[in-house]
């Protein structure tokens, strides 16, 4: 069997005309005569030996054949335009959309988002308060800041930041209700960012386990937690980034001095293509370069 493959004109010609219905408009979408998109599809007709079309009607109608071969054809066009998008795309202009896990994209990217705008003035972003891996499949989302395991599937996928774990209160509520040692966790609101997994994590491995709970409250993403806490709701889970900037400003205090790895990691993933495009790569160093460079204060 050989593995030539077809010249491009005629699976050009085929796929235009499989899509409008007619040679006619083929021809006026591709700019040639209609002689030339006939004489195209005879040609791959002649090359494959088979049938693409059933004659005969007002409208061209494929046959099983060309059933077949005309999606590989046309996601093989979609592919070259892409890529053809993303090499000749300006580095430093044009649109970007990122999708990033709320809680970061809020409370670390959103305050350090002036860096990159003086940098790239003529980069236009769409930021998307998201952590779901779906995205990767959008051709609509550019790039992906998750929060997870790292497994991707066949998508390119870069450890960014792995974090520590930490309780954090406001300093209204630490006033009004001491929280001095581990037992008094008991007399405290519990606020969780997740199903409970990572403040059971953190209770493992301070030796809080055994702390009876009193009241606990659970929010879908942990920048909702993280907003409770701010309100003198309870305590939260903070980490190493996202709430950085919160305890150095006073607003968030850390009561103990016990920090636990959390269960997962941040991840910068998106599709190969996609990482292909300069202005891509471009947010990608600056999400590594800005971390790289900051000192994250914790405990003061």
């Not at 005879?42 to 079309?53: P, Y």
């Not at 071969?69 to 202009?93: G, K, M, Q």
Request: net charge neutral; glycine share 4%.
């Amino acid at each position: 069997m050989t593995n030539r493959l077809p010249p491009l004109n005629p699976l050009r010609a085929f796929e235009a005309t499989a899509r409008c219905g007619s040679v006619t408009a083929a021809a006026q979408e591709l700019n040639v005569t209609h002689g030339a998109i006939s004489h195209q599809i005879r040609a791959l007709e002649l090359f494959l030996d088979v049938t693409l079309f059933e004659r005969g009607g007002k409208r061209l109608k494929l046959t099983a054949q060309g059933a077949f071969l005309l999606p590989a054809v046309s996601h093989a066009f979609a592919e070259i335009a892409a890529a053809t998008t993303a090499v000749t795309r300006p580095a430093t202009s044009g649109r970007l959309k990122v999708a990033c896990v709320p809680a970061l994209l809020s409370l670390w990217m959103i305050p350090r988002l002036h860096l990159f705008t003086q940098q790239f003035p003529e980069i236009q972003l769409t930021l998307v308060p998201s952590n779901d891996p779906a995205n990767l499949q959008s051709r609509d989302i550019d790039l992906c800041l998750l929060y997870g395991d790292g497994k991707c599937g066949d998508h390119w996928s870069r450890l960014w930041s792995r974090l520590e774990l930490f309780p954090v209160i406001s300093p209204t509520l630490l006033n009004k209700q001491p929280l001095r040692s581990l037992r008094d966790l008991q007399n405290h609101t519990i606020l969780h960012g997740d199903d409970g997994r990572e403040w059971n994590t953190w209770s493992t491995v301070a030796e809080a386990k055994s702390v009876p709970r009193g009241r606990q409250h659970y929010f879908s993403d942990a920048r909702l937690s993280i907003e409770a806490a701010l309100h003198n709701q309870g305590v939260a889970l903070g980490d190493t980034l996202t709430v950085s900037n919160l305890i150095a400003r006073g607003e968030l205090i850390v009561p103990f001095d016990y920090t636990v790895p959390a269960n997962d990691a941040f991840f910068v993933t998106c599709r190969h293509e996609a990482r292909a495009a300069p202005i891509v790569r471009v947010f990608i160093d600056w999400l590594f370069s800005t971390l790289e460079t900051e000192t994250v204060p914790v405990f003061q």
